[in-house]
């Protein structure tokens, strides 16, 4: 499979891209090979008027692109955007989702990522997986998570929304992942509290697991990396907000050092830290992390939903 074959997939198979469609491609100078890949599929093969759009890469993740093209973004159909730097929980994203553009986010993407692991996945059967454990979780109140390294972290989630990332985005408003695989939710803030060992990755592959003290919704303490601790506390008190728990579920998806793919990896879970404002949370942070839980026990109140890393339900 080459980068043009996930292209067709991102654009066909996902997005449903159809003729006559204003399609914004979204990239910077550092994705700008997928961006092109993706605009000549949206443009020769679907029929659709296609555009794209090359900035400067964000500070991080979870900064806000620049006005025009977040306005831009607000005033089209289908918006994908492979950049280094996630503009998934960004307010332009919010906002151009409330205007009726479906999206994509491709955040951290590389070549070897479009033609293997995640994104050859069969998004139809994914689709089929992650709405069934959606079905399950519904109406769930308490979160618990455990694992033999020593996670113990317990947080409540009723009246929030479980949210589905199925990899078939074709309906109005609508965003995912590219590659996508997973159910998650924005906890209630202020209501984690245990510990976590986070053993897989950390916005790369860890050498020495990483662990995370939790009380009354906030880290308090973070052990075992200095860059992403420094991070964190660059954006206050926010920066340190437990903001999503979410349970991978692309079979394809490997642990590889990159959280796009990382955290859709079947049979782990993850946790993050900062902004949740734009999937149902209240808090703003400029700052998105997940840290990558493998072989979990995993608890919706007194049903047990994953064992060990397998699902049970």
């Not at 990159?258 to 149902?280: C, R, Y």
Request: hydrophobic share 40%; charged share 30%.
């Amino acid at each position: 499979m080459a980068l043009i074959d996930g292209a067709r997939t991102a654009v066909n198979i996902c997005m449903g891209v159809k003729r006559g469609e204003v399609v914004l491609i979204l990239t910077d100078t550092e994705k700008e090979n997928i961006g092109e890949a993706l605009f000549q599929v949206a443009k020769e093969e679907t029929k659709a008027d296609a555009l794209i759009v090359k900035m400067l890469p964000g500070a991080r993740h979870g900064a806000e692109p620049p006005r025009p093209i977040a306005e831009m973004m607000r005033h089209v159909d289908v918006v994908i955007a492979p950049t280094q730097y996630s503009v998934t929980h960004t307010q332009a994203r919010k906002r151009a989702n409330r205007a009726g553009a479906r999206i994509a986010t491709m955040p951290g993407i590389i070549t070897k990522m479009m033609s293997s692991g995640g994104m050859t996945a069969d998004f139809k059967e994914v689709e089929k997986g992650v709405k069934k454990l959606a079905k399950t979780l519904e109406g769930s109140k308490v979160i618990k998570i455990t694992t033999d390294m020593g996670t113990d972290f317990e947080v409540r989630v009723d009246g929030r929304k479980w949210l589905k990332d199925t990899g078939i985005c074709h309906k109005k408003g609508e965003f995912m992942n590219l590659p996508a695989g997973e159910v998650f939710i924005a906890p209630k803030e202020g209501t984690a509290n245990g510990k976590l060992i986070i053993d897989g990755a950390f916005w790369e592959i860890l050498e020495n697991p990483v662990t995370i003290d939790v009380k009354d919704g906030y880290a308090k303490r973070i052990g075992g990396t200095k860059e992403i601790a420094k991070q964190i506390s660059q954006r206050g008190k926010e920066g340190r907000n437990i903001a999503e728990v979410g349970i991978g579920m692309n079979p394809k998806a490997r642990i590889i050092g990159n959280v796009l793919e990382d955290e859709k990896v079947k049979g782990t879970v993850h946790v993050a830290l900062g902004d949740n404002s734009t999937f149902g949370g209240k808090v703003r942070a400029g700052i998105h992390i997940d840290g990558i839980i493998k072989e979990p026990t995993l608890w919706a109140d007194d049903k047990l939903i994953m064992d060990d890393g397998k699902l049970v339900v």
